[in-house]
Each structure stands twice: as structure tokens, then as C-alpha cells.
């Protein structure tokens, strides 16, 4: 009686310590405060492998200075250096790459007749890649500056005195960049018709890029009821004018300007990609959700997505920061979603709710992202996992064209995660272009991709009638040959009974 | 004349549109065996499209199977339409018996089946590309199996062809009313099964308490 209780005894002891053993090194090294999801081709949440971990949370005390009050924008240079716009204190702080040490604290600036300025509330900051000079939106003080990188103002640009610019609005720069041609472009925090425009003398040029009414029937129909009503009822009648864009990004490069849209009552343009005609290049992607597919609803409020701020990343990829629940969608360059990493939390990794403002990435192959919590006043550091380092590569890979490059990676992202789709729209592409039809048509199964489907069987069909025409055609002979003879034999053999043929075929009444 | 087994009288009634039905009544063939086989068939070519077609031509995503659908499809809408056009006909002078409305629809309906079974073999031979041939045989296929319904609607009530027509129209309504109905009282028995089904838990917590 005794000695199974013991036994019994040993082996839950023994198991106690083995599930401590294996649990223990996990739960203290890299777990996220948040569940890492993807979606399917369905549009559902699919568990899957983090792309990225949050690594640290910098805060302005961090770093050696007065805590940072409602920063606003972050922003990295070529030289990987960081611009912090920390708008609550009046200053622009730059900070090394490593994000450890301030190189420089800006808070006043010499303008060209040599007297001191100082910021108001600044909330936009870029930095030229060609001339280093520094382009900050000093919003409460309604003008940007352009200054070299040693304080000294270079230009101010002010509220333009055009007629195209309504004289009744107040300047409010809120955004700015600037082009390969040296045109800077400022989100205005009170007009829809787009960012302004100006060259580099500093003459207003005009709107930018500005978002367009989806054309439903009910806006269709306001709009012929506006054309017809009398211009004294029209001023009580609801006009449909676009959400503004209020976050934007270049692709230097290839000189697209990318906008973000963070209005909850709006589904289109919510990511732009712009050319410099100021065309929308995804356009195209009228149905496609940035962002979580379903808002949810929780205590009366929609938690709907809310992209505040977009970044590109030295391999083009999208990354879209969203407000409501302090995430950041990654998406390769064809807007495809890489991963999705951060929450809502007090841990590392995760934000204030409605807090977070800016993303950056670092990295030739994004191998950090920056998130900037303005209420909490931090910067924090997500990097690459190897998982991550995989997809980004092969992502890269596939869309340079390098399919069959592409191929290594991508099975070995398989290995992680068996949902992660793309890969097998990857492989499939891959053996496509190697000439390997029927392993090709697997993949595209697997990835329920049935055009990609079609074009290897296409070719897979091609290849097996060359190499079995001859049995093809010799069956179809043959067939042919035993139909006739079949024929012959059962006419013959109805000639030869002609009285029973005769019963079968009518008995006349 | 006309002396067919079962199964001739199914090929009869398929290539011989304009008369088949008049002579399948005339003669008073068919029989409800073959209107279940054919039924059956056309359960699983129902299924058969959307599951076993080539990947080119497969409409729907694997994790979307469900095979309620195709049991409405094929049995539901079928019996829905045989009780409705008999109600409809019988108050319109129709001679058809339910028996008889049951069983000429169903052999009306081979042609369809027919054609979803060509078209699940051809998708496994054609590329996208080549989807004309595939919509060819559908609609031909589907054209056909409407001639023959209509055919039979009209052979088997003895109707002229503006009645038949106006019968048709009619029978699709009740087919509508039925499922309405059908549907409000699912919802119903189901709201006073919840109902029963509380006192009976309210009564069983008094008890215990």
C-alpha cells in the first residue's frame, strides 16, 4: 500500500520540477505583453510568430535632460542621429543613434538680422538628407523654420500672402517635409485641401495631395441637392468635404510622399502613396483595410484603428502607428502586412491609450522600430527577432523579383509559422520561375491562391501533352478503332436477328 | 407504342422536350425511385462543384464548407417547390397529383446535374482562360434542365403555355411564403423552447433550494 504512494509522491515531484524547469527561462526572457497576431486571406486574427520585441523604454530623464512633455514627433537622419519635436518643453532635442546620449538640445534659434528666437510648441520635425538642414513646424508660433544644423535660421516661412490661401485661416503647421527638389510641404492643422506647398524661396505653390470624398449614393445625392438649392439654403446644407491628412512621410528615393488619415469617420485614403503629380498610387486599394479589420465595440466606445503617424523604412516598408490600441502595422511596400507589434500597457511594449505619435525605423532591413508615447514621454525600442530578419529578407528579395532567392527564406520562415501566407505565395512563386510546375501548383493551394494556381497549371498542362502526345493521340486511336469495330459487331449481329430487333424496337399496336 | 422500361422513359423525357412529358403522362411512367436517386445526385453535385473542381475553379475557400447549404439546396428548395406548385395547381385546375409534380420535376433536373458533373471533370483539363467552355456547358446545362421543367409543369397539369407560366410565377411566391413561414416559426418554437426551457431550470433551482 505504501509504496505506490511514494511512486506516486516522486513522480509528481519530478514533474513539478521539470515543468519549472522548461517554464521558467520563458516566462523571464522574451515574452510580449500582448498576443502577436496576423490576419489570413479571410480577414481573421491568426495567432502567429513576433516579428519584433520591445527591447527598451528611453524617457527624457533617461537620457540626461528634463523629462520630455508632450513630445510629438520623432524623427531619424541619415546619420541615424534622432530629432525629438518635445513640444511641451519648447525644445528640439537630437540624440545619438544608440539612443543613449543627447548631442544636441535645440530651444533657440539666431535668425538672419541676428536676433533670438524661440519656439513655441513645436510639433513637426525633418531633417534634409542632402543639405542637413533642419525643418521644424513651430506650430503656436504660426511659421516654420528652416535652420542649419549649428542654430542659425536659414528661412522663415510664414502664412503666404497668396489669394489661393484662404486670408481668414490662421497658419498652423503641424507637419513638415521636404523633397529631393528642396519644395517643403507643412500639414496645416486647419484645412482639408491638403499639405501646403512651398519652393525653396519659400513661395507658396499651392495644395498637396489632398484626400477625396468616397462617392457614396448619400453623398451623391447631397451634392446634387446642394447644385440645385438656392444659395441662400445652401449655407444651412451639409456640405461633404475630406478628412485632412495629418501625418505624412517620402520615400526619397523614389520621391513618393506617403499620408496617413487618423479620422474615425472615414475608410478611404487612410494610407496614400503620392506622386509628386499628387496622384494617389493606391488608389487601387479601395477595399483594403490599414490597420485591424474590425473595430470593436467595448463600454459604448468603437475602438476603431487610427493611424497617427506612417513611416517608411529603408526597405520601403509601411509602417502605420495606430492610436486606439497602440500598435504598429508593418507592411511591405505593396501594402502587404509583415507583422504587428505593440499594445496598450504599463510594460515595455506597450502605450497609453490615444498617447502614442510617432514611429520611426532604423536599419537596412528595419531591423528597429521607434514608437514615441507622448503621454508617458518615453521612445521605445522594438528589434528584430529572427523571425523577423527572415520575413524582411525574403520579403525584400521577393519584391526586387529574385524569386528564386527568395525561396530558401522563405521555407524557412515556414518553419516558424505555418500561417504565415505569403511564404507560400513565395514558394509557389518561386518554383514557378524554376520550372517546377506541380510543386508550384501545391504552394498556391496552400496559400488559396487559385490565379497563381491557374498560371503553373497552365504551364504544367503545357509541359505534360508535349511529353505524352503520342500516348494521347495512340488512345484516341485506339478509342476511335474499338467504337467502330463495336458498331460493326452490333449492326452485324441486329442483321442477323432480325425477328427479336423487330419485337424490341416497336411492337406496333 | 411507346412500350419503355424505367429507364428508357428517363432518356425519353431528356432529349425529347416537346413531347416527353406528354407521352411519360400518357402512358403513366416514371417512378419516385429514380426521383430519389436523382435527387442524391443532385446533392453531391452540389458539392462536388464547390469541392472537387480544379483549384483554377474553385470558388470557395476550403475553411467555408459547410454542407447545411447544400442540403437546402438540393432537398429543401426541391420539396419547397413540389408542395408549392402542387398547392398553386390544384386551386388553378391543375390534373397533377403531388406524386406525379414531384417526380417529373425531378426528372427534369438531370440535365443540370448532368452538366455540374461535365464541368467538375473539365475544370481538371481547363485554365482560366479557357472558362468559356466551362460557363458553356453550365448554362446549357441549366437551360435545358428550365425547358424541361417548364415542359413538365405544363404536361403534367395539362396547361396552355401562358398558364404554365403564370402557374410557375405563382409556385416561385408560395415557395417564398413557405420559407418565410418556415423560418418565423423556427424562430418561434425556438423562443418558446427557451421559454420552457427557463421555468423548467427556475422550478429545478426552487426545488433544490
Same mark, same amino acid.
Given at each position: 500500500m505504501k509504496r505506490p504512494v511514494r511512486a506516486l509522491r516522486l513522480a509528481v515531484c519530478g514533474l513539478t520540477a521539470l515543468l519549472l524547469w522548461t517554464r521558467m527561462p520563458f516566462s523571464v526572457s522574451a515574452d510580449e505583453p500582448y498576443d502577436v497576431y496576423h490576419y489570413n486571406d479571410l480577414g481573421e486574427a491568426i495567432p502567429s510568430q513576433a516579428g519584433y520585441l520591445a527591447e527598451t523604454s528611453v524617457s527624457g530623464t533617461d537620457l540626461g535632460i528634463s523629462a520630455f512633455s508632450e513630445p510629438s514627433d520623432l524623427f531619424k537622419d541619415i546619420d541615424d542621429c534622432f530629432y525629438i519635436a518635445d513640444s511641451g518643453n519648447h525644445r528640439i532635442v537630437k540624440i545619438n543613434p544608440d539612443f543613449t546620449e543627447v548631442l544636441a538640445v535645440y530651444d533657440s534659434f539666431r535668425l538672419p538680422d541676428g536676433t533670438k528666437t524661440t519656439l513655441n510648441h513645436p510639433k513637426g520635425i525633418y531633417v534634409s538628407p542632402d543639405t542637413g538642414l533642419l525643418y521644424i513646424a513651430d506650430s503656436d508660433n504660426a511659421r516654420a523654420l528652416i535652420a542649419e544644423p549649428d542654430g542659425t535660421v536659414r528661412q522663415v516661412i510664414q502664412k503666404p500672402s497668396s489669394p489661393v490661401y484662404d486670408q481668414q485661416l490662421t497658419f498652423l503647421p503641424q507637419k513638415i517635409l521636404c523633397d529631393n527638389a528642396g519644395n517643403v510641404y507643412i500639414i496645416l492643422g486647419n484645412t482639408t485641401k491638403g499639405a501646403a506647398m512651398f519652393d525653396r524661396d519659400g513661395s507658396f505653390l499651392g495644395y498637396y495631395g489632398a484626400n477625396s470624398v468616397k462617392r457614396t449614393p448619400a453623398v451623391i445625392a447631397n451634392y446634387f441637392w446642394n447644385r440645385i438649392s438656392s444659395e441662400e439654403s445652401r449655407k444651412y446644407r451639409v456640405r461633404n468635404t475630406p478628412t485632412a491628412f495629418d501625418n505624412f512621410d517620402i520615400d526619397r528615393e523614389k520621391g513618393f510622399i506617403f499620408t496617413s488619415t487618423s479620422s474615425g469617420n472615414s475608410n478611404t485614403d487612410i494610407v496614400k502613396k503620392v506622386n509628386p503629380e499628387g496622384h494617389n498610387l493606391f488608389s487601387h486599394l479601395s477595399g483594403f483595410v490599414w490597420g485591424d479589420e474590425f473595430s470593436t465595440w467595448y463600454g459604448g466606445t468603437a475602438y476603431q484603428t487610427k493611424i497617427i503617424d506612417i513611416d517608411i523604412g529603408d526597405d520601403r516598408s509601411i509602417n502605420c502607428l495606430d492610436t486606439t490600441t497602440g500598435r504598429v502595422f508593418q507592411y511591405d511596400e505593396e501594402a502587404n502586412l509583415l507583422f504587428i507589434l505593440g499594445t496598450i500597457g504599463?510594460?515595455?511594449g506597450g502605450f497609453t491609450q490615444g498617447g502614442v505619435a510617432a514611429v520611426e525605423t532604423k536599419g537596412e532591413n528595419c531591423e528597429q522600430i521607434y514608437v514615441l508615447d507622448s503621454l508617458k514621454g518615453t521612445v521605445t525600442r522594438f528589434s528584430q527577432t529572427a523571425f523577423g530578419a527572415i520575413v524582411h529578407n525574403a520579403a525584400s528579395l521577393y519584391q526586387q523579383g529574385k524569386y528564386e532567392e527568395a525561396l530558401e527564406p522563405w521555407l524557412e520562415v515556414l518553419k516558424y509559422d505555418g500561417n504565415y501566407r505569403r511564404a507560400y505565395i513565395g514558394i509557389s512563386s518561386a518554383y514557378y520561375n524554376m520550372g517546377r510546375y506541380q510543386e508550384s501548383m501545391e504552394y498556391a493551394k496552400k496559400a488559396d491562391s487559385s490565379s497563381r494556381y491557374n498560371r503553373a497549371f497552365s504551364k504544367y498542362r503545357a509541359q505534360f501533352l508535349k511529353a505524352h502526345m503520342t500516348e494521347i493521340l495512340g488512345a484516341a486511336a485506339g478509342l476511335w478503332a474499338a467504337a467502330f469495330a463495336m458498331r460493326r459487331i452490333i449492326r452485324k449481329r441486329k442483321a442477323g436477328q432480325p425477328a427479336q430487333s423487330d419485337t424490341q424496337g416497336g411492337g406496333l399496336s | 407504342m411507346m412500350d419503355l422500361t424505367q429507364k428508357q422513359w428517363v432518356g425519353h423525357v431528356i432529349f425529347h422536350p416537346f413531347e416527353g412529358f406528354e407521352d411519360l403522362r400518357w402512358k403513366k411512367g416514371g417512378t419516385l425511385k429514380y426521383t430519389a436517386v436523382i435527387l442524391i445526385a443532385l446533392f453531391f453535385a452540389l458539392i462536388a462543384y464547390d469541392r472537387w473542381c480544379g483549384f483554377q475553379f474553385r470558388p470557395l475557400p476550403d475553411a467555408l464548407f459547410s454542407v447545411t447549404p447544400y442540403l437546402m439546396k438540393s432537398l429543401v428548395y426541391f420539396g419547397t417547390w413540389c408542395v408549392g406548385n402542387w398547392a398553386v395547381c390544384t386551386l388553378l385546375? *391543375?390534373? *397533377?397529383?403531388l406524386r406525379n409534380i414531384t417526380i417529373y420535376s425531378s426528372y427534369a433536373l438531370i440535365p443540370y446535374i448532368l452538366s455540374t458533373f461535365v464541368n467538375v471533370v473539365l475544370s481538371h483539363i481547363l485554365i482560366q482562360e479557357e472558362a468559356v467552355f466551362f460557363h458553356l456547358v453550365y448554362y446549357l446545362g441549366l437551360l435545358w434542365s428550365t425547358l424541361l421543367l417548364f415542359q413538365a409543369i405544363k404536361a403534367v397539369h395539362q396547361y396552355s403555355f401562358p398558364k404554365t407560366l403564370a402557374a410557375i410565377a405563382l409556385t416561385l411566391a408560395a415557395m417564398l411564403i413557405i420559407l418565410f413561414l418556415a423560418v418565423l416559426f423556427l424562430s418561434l418554437f425556438q423562443k418558446v423552447y427557451v421559454f420552457f426551457y427557463s421555468l423548467y431550470t427556475e422550478i429545478l433551482y426552487r426545488i433544490r433550494t
Amino acid at each position: 500500500m505504501k509504496r505506490p504512494v511514494r511512486a506516486l509522491r516522486l513522480a509528481v515531484c519530478g514533474l513539478t520540477a521539470l515543468l519549472l524547469w522548461t517554464r521558467m527561462p520563458f516566462s523571464v526572457s522574451a515574452d510580449e505583453p500582448y498576443d502577436v497576431y496576423h490576419y489570413n486571406d479571410l480577414g481573421e486574427a491568426i495567432p502567429s510568430q513576433a516579428g519584433y520585441l520591445a527591447e527598451t523604454s528611453v524617457s527624457g530623464t533617461d537620457l540626461g535632460i528634463s523629462a520630455f512633455s508632450e513630445p510629438s514627433d520623432l524623427f531619424k537622419d541619415i546619420d541615424d542621429c534622432f530629432y525629438i519635436a518635445d513640444s511641451g518643453n519648447h525644445r528640439i532635442v537630437k540624440i545619438n543613434p544608440d539612443f543613449t546620449e543627447v548631442l544636441a538640445v535645440y530651444d533657440s534659434f539666431r535668425l538672419p538680422d541676428g536676433t533670438k528666437t524661440t519656439l513655441n510648441h513645436p510639433k513637426g520635425i525633418y531633417v534634409s538628407p542632402d543639405t542637413g538642414l533642419l525643418y521644424i513646424a513651430d506650430s503656436d508660433n504660426a511659421r516654420a523654420l528652416i535652420a542649419e544644423p549649428d542654430g542659425t535660421v536659414r528661412q522663415v516661412i510664414q502664412k503666404p500672402s497668396s489669394p489661393v490661401y484662404d486670408q481668414q485661416l490662421t497658419f498652423l503647421p503641424q507637419k513638415i517635409l521636404c523633397d529631393n527638389a528642396g519644395n517643403v510641404y507643412i500639414i496645416l492643422g486647419n484645412t482639408t485641401k491638403g499639405a501646403a506647398m512651398f519652393d525653396r524661396d519659400g513661395s507658396f505653390l499651392g495644395y498637396y495631395g489632398a484626400n477625396s470624398v468616397k462617392r457614396t449614393p448619400a453623398v451623391i445625392a447631397n451634392y446634387f441637392w446642394n447644385r440645385i438649392s438656392s444659395e441662400e439654403s445652401r449655407k444651412y446644407r451639409v456640405r461633404n468635404t475630406p478628412t485632412a491628412f495629418d501625418n505624412f512621410d517620402i520615400d526619397r528615393e523614389k520621391g513618393f510622399i506617403f499620408t496617413s488619415t487618423s479620422s474615425g469617420n472615414s475608410n478611404t485614403d487612410i494610407v496614400k502613396k503620392v506622386n509628386p503629380e499628387g496622384h494617389n498610387l493606391f488608389s487601387h486599394l479601395s477595399g483594403f483595410v490599414w490597420g485591424d479589420e474590425f473595430s470593436t465595440w467595448y463600454g459604448g466606445t468603437a475602438y476603431q484603428t487610427k493611424i497617427i503617424d506612417i513611416d517608411i523604412g529603408d526597405d520601403r516598408s509601411i509602417n502605420c502607428l495606430d492610436t486606439t490600441t497602440g500598435r504598429v502595422f508593418q507592411y511591405d511596400e505593396e501594402a502587404n502586412l509583415l507583422f504587428i507589434l505593440g499594445t496598450i500597457g504599463d510594460q515595455v511594449g506597450g502605450f497609453t491609450q490615444g498617447g502614442v505619435a510617432a514611429v520611426e525605423t532604423k536599419g537596412e532591413n528595419c531591423e528597429q522600430i521607434y514608437v514615441l508615447d507622448s503621454l508617458k514621454g518615453t521612445v521605445t525600442r522594438f528589434s528584430q527577432t529572427a523571425f523577423g530578419a527572415i520575413v524582411h529578407n525574403a520579403a525584400s528579395l521577393y519584391q526586387q523579383g529574385k524569386y528564386e532567392e527568395a525561396l530558401e527564406p522563405w521555407l524557412e520562415v515556414l518553419k516558424y509559422d505555418g500561417n504565415y501566407r505569403r511564404a507560400y505565395i513565395g514558394i509557389s512563386s518561386a518554383y514557378y520561375n524554376m520550372g517546377r510546375y506541380q510543386e508550384s501548383m501545391e504552394y498556391a493551394k496552400k496559400a488559396d491562391s487559385s490565379s497563381r494556381y491557374n498560371r503553373a497549371f497552365s504551364k504544367y498542362r503545357a509541359q505534360f501533352l508535349k511529353a505524352h502526345m503520342t500516348e494521347i493521340l495512340g488512345a484516341a486511336a485506339g478509342l476511335w478503332a474499338a467504337a467502330f469495330a463495336m458498331r460493326r459487331i452490333i449492326r452485324k449481329r441486329k442483321a442477323g436477328q432480325p425477328a427479336q430487333s423487330d419485337t424490341q424496337g416497336g411492337g406496333l399496336s | 407504342m411507346m412500350d419503355l422500361t424505367q429507364k428508357q422513359w428517363v432518356g425519353h423525357v431528356i432529349f425529347h422536350p416537346f413531347e416527353g412529358f406528354e407521352d411519360l403522362r400518357w402512358k403513366k411512367g416514371g417512378t419516385l425511385k429514380y426521383t430519389a436517386v436523382i435527387l442524391i445526385a443532385l446533392f453531391f453535385a452540389l458539392i462536388a462543384y464547390d469541392r472537387w473542381c480544379g483549384f483554377q475553379f474553385r470558388p470557395l475557400p476550403d475553411a467555408l464548407f459547410s454542407v447545411t447549404p447544400y442540403l437546402m439546396k438540393s432537398l429543401v428548395y426541391f420539396g419547397t417547390w413540389c408542395v408549392g406548385n402542387w398547392a398553386v395547381c390544384t386551386l388553378l385546375d *391543375g390534373e *397533377g397529383t403531388l406524386r406525379n409534380i414531384t417526380i417529373y420535376s425531378s426528372y427534369a433536373l438531370i440535365p443540370y446535374i448532368l452538366s455540374t458533373f461535365v464541368n467538375v471533370v473539365l475544370s481538371h483539363i481547363l485554365i482560366q482562360e479557357e472558362a468559356v467552355f466551362f460557363h458553356l456547358v453550365y448554362y446549357l446545362g441549366l437551360l435545358w434542365s428550365t425547358l424541361l421543367l417548364f415542359q413538365a409543369i405544363k404536361a403534367v397539369h395539362q396547361y396552355s403555355f401562358p398558364k404554365t407560366l403564370a402557374a410557375i410565377a405563382l409556385t416561385l411566391a408560395a415557395m417564398l411564403i413557405i420559407l418565410f413561414l418556415a423560418v418565423l416559426f423556427l424562430s418561434l418554437f425556438q423562443k418558446v423552447y427557451v421559454f420552457f426551457y427557463s421555468l423548467y431550470t427556475e422550478i429545478l433551482y426552487r426545488i433544490r433550494t
